[in-house]
């Protein structure tokens, strides 16, 4: 635990008016005494003065200030054992909201710019001790990741953009239910292009989302549109990736919360806190695997099955039951559908036909709200796959595009629309995803109605589907699994519904990944 003194913030939306800021945090270094990988973590807005309600600051004296940084003080740990160089630092006094609405992220970044400023120069002397140990030679500021939680995610989404192109940048993002700190009036009105250009992140960096499942705070999910906006740029140049964490609730990421769990009201999986969420030692726990993972795949070349093009995706991660989505840089994708446009109800991105042996098509473009009343992360756009028996739906590669030899499996995003009667609920879709040669030779892959993702849940009683999301959840094949066809002129892609089924899918993506290149 470190405190360097003061800083006064200045708030831009009240003039001159300035904030008395702590410089303070926790920082847990490896022994080795080399240069390490530098992850800064800043932590959510919560009840700073200790009732947990909305406060005044400084704290009154019969009401301590809440130290949330020191809420991770487990995941610095777990980062310094792992290689890392690790800081949390003390960020209420730029979250509070006693100095008015808005203007939250260039506060914490004058804080992060503080730090950075003293840790460079912590780390260029022998003699320097604020940190309570020599730091010299032992950080490497080359190599830098942002952990953001809640509104300490909004902001650094917002550091990370601001910070692109200076000497010293941001290399990899981590965001934790992060919040939307828009300058105004909280509660506005925010339309969809302005939550997409908030979440966007820049190309070249790795970007992943967690969404915990039963989160009672960040209920839209809106931290998804940082997927969703990195899948949809077509300069994007590293990795995204969303993880759907189940039965993790909002403040379990943070151990002086443990005492203060969430969840989402009316959504009937998490109604019992004390059988449906994940315990607070456990989701941290998690927390703590994944990011070392996280920041060792896209520093030190680490592995996982989360980020493994050939692989199927996971459903579990680290002992507990996940939902994921994966994106990868552009130039590695060969794009079928994302959907993004009406014609690709007749013509898919590659210029080849879509047919439908049905008339049972339709789209929801990226940003539209088509499905109500249900929560759709990121508002990620999709097409709608109606069918009745033994219905399928083909898309045609044009001949250019035939030859799969360079790509290693084919990637889709799916999942069943809850709201459409014709899914029973309680049971779980299943269709085979085929490809066909211009041989004629067809062979045909079998989603299981046993992947989580493809189960239909009821309803609750009270609420209907309301607090539900639909969540389109990564499904890869190795291509290497279609063994009776030719490769190298695949001509079609199809969907093939079972004769006994009735049902309605949504696809928000349909692409082939080439392998990841060593």
């Not at 003699?127 to 942002?146: K, M, N, V």
């Amino acid at each position: 635990e470190f405190n360097l003194g003061t800083l006064d913030i200045s708030t831009p939306l009240l003039g001159d008016a300035e904030i008395i800021s702590p410089l303070e945090g926790i920082i847990g270094l490896p022994d080795d005494g080399q240069a390490h990988p530098l992850i800064i973590i800043l932590h959510g807005r919560h009840g700073i003065c200790g009732n947990f309600v909305m406060e005044p600051y400084p704290c009154p004296d019969d009401m301590p200030e809440v130290r949330f940084d020191l809420g991770f003080d487990y995941l610095v740990e777990a980062l310094a054992q792992q290689g890392y160089a690790a800081v949390a630092i003390n960020i209420n006094a730029a979250l509070t909201t006693a100095f008015g609405p808005g203007a939250i992220n260039p506060r914490v970044q004058q804080l992060v710019d503080a730090h950075l400023d003293s840790l460079q120069a912590a780390s260029s002397d022998d003699d320097d001790t604020l940190y309570g140990t020599s730091l010299a030679g032992r950080i490497d500021f080359s190599q830098i990741g942002l952990v953001g939680h809640s509104a300490g995610g909004g902001a650094a989404l917002s550091i990370t953009r601001e910070y692109e192109g200076q000497e010293i940048d941001i290399d990899a993002l981590l965001l934790a239910a992060a919040a939307a700190n828009f300058e105004g009036e909280e509660g506005d009105f925010r339309s969809s292009e302005a939550l997409m250009d908030y979440y966007t992140t820049p190309a070249d960096i790795p970007v992943a989302t967690l969404l915990p499942d039963c989160d009672g705070d960040q209920i839209q999910y809106w931290t998804q549109f940082a997927y969703e906006a990195a899948r949809l740029n077509p300069e994007r140049r590293a990795i995204a990736a969303s993880i759907r964490l189940m039965g993790a609730n909002h403040s379990g990421f943070n151990r002086a919360l443990d005492d203060f769990p969430d969840a989402r009201f009316g959504y009937d999986p998490c109604f019992d806190f004390t059988t449906d969420l994940l315990a607070p030692q456990v989701q941290q726990d998690w927390f703590s695997q994944f990011t070392t993972n996280y920041f060792d795949v896209v520093f030190n070349d680490g592995t996982s099955p989360l980020y493994d093009r050939s692989a199927p995706a996971p459903n579990e991660l680290y002992g507990q039951d996940v939902q994921t989505a994966l994106t990868i840089p552009a130039e590695d994708r060969l794009v079928v559908i994302y959907p993004r446009a009406y014609e690709e109800l007749s013509q898919n991105v590659l210029g080849g036909d879509v047919d439908a042996s049905y008339n049972g098509l339709s789209i929801c473009l990226p940003g539209q709200v088509c499905d109500v009343p249900i929560i759709m992360p990121g508002q990620f756009g999709y097409m709608r796959m109606m069918y009745f028996g033994s219905d399928k739906v083909t898309f045609t590669l044009p001949p250019q595009f035939q030859d799969l030899h360079d790509y290693a499996s084919i990637h889709i995003r799916a999942v069943p629309d809850y709201l459409v009667r014709t899914n029973t609920i309680g049971e779980s879709q299943a269709f085979g995803l085929v490809l066909r040669d211009s041989s004629g030779n067809r062979s045909q892959v079998d989603i299981s109605p046993d992947l989580p993702s493809m189960a239909i849940p009821a309803p609750s009683e009270a609420y209907g589907y309301d607090p539900y999301m639909l969540y389109p959840a990564s499904i890869r094949i190795p291509l290497a699994e279609f063994e009776s066809v030719d490769l190298s002129q695949i001509e079609a892609v199809e969907f093939q519904f079972g004769e006994l089924l009735t049902g309605a899918l949504l696809i928000a993506d349909i692409e082939f990944f080439a392998p990841t290149s060593e």
